[in-house]
């Protein structure tokens, strides 16, 4: 159904911004009733909810990261892309883009996920 890709730096130092774009095929980012979203997972933590974007821009963050989380869309090459400011190693994760649709018959689909390393 849909496909998912993550790009970016697999490595990032402290204090920098961790960067990640996902680049979606099989449906389009406008799309009513369309979220799609940013999920990590460490072994210290296991998976956890970052934020989305919805198909028509608006977005929402977990308490957690919200002061230095930024979800963003380019819907001209149907990407969507992850800042995450400030990073610490506490950030070190696999971060996975995902897509879920809340219609009929509904859908949630998953990125391979990509490793980022937060270290100097």
């Known amino acids: 159904q849909v496909q998912l890709q993550e790009s970016g730096p697999g490595l990032v130092k402290p204090s920098q911004t961790l960067s990640l774009t996902c680049t979606v095929s099989?449906?389009?980012?406008?799309?009513?009733?369309?979220?799609y979203t940013w999920i990590r997972h460490s072994p210290g933590k296991g998976l956890e909810w970052i934020g989305y974007i919805s198909y028509d821009g608006s977005t929402t963050y977990t308490p957690s990261l919200k002061s230095r989380t930024s979800i963003s869309r380019d819907t001209s090459n149907n990407q969507f892309s992850l800042e995450l400011r400030s990073v610490t190693p506490e950030d070190t994760a696999v971060y996975y883009c995902a897509s879920q649709s809340t219609g009929w018959p509904g859908s949630f689909d998953w990125g391979q996920g990509t490793q980022v390393t937060v270290s100097s």
């Open positions: 099989g449906a389009s980012l406008t799309t009513s009733y369309y979220y």
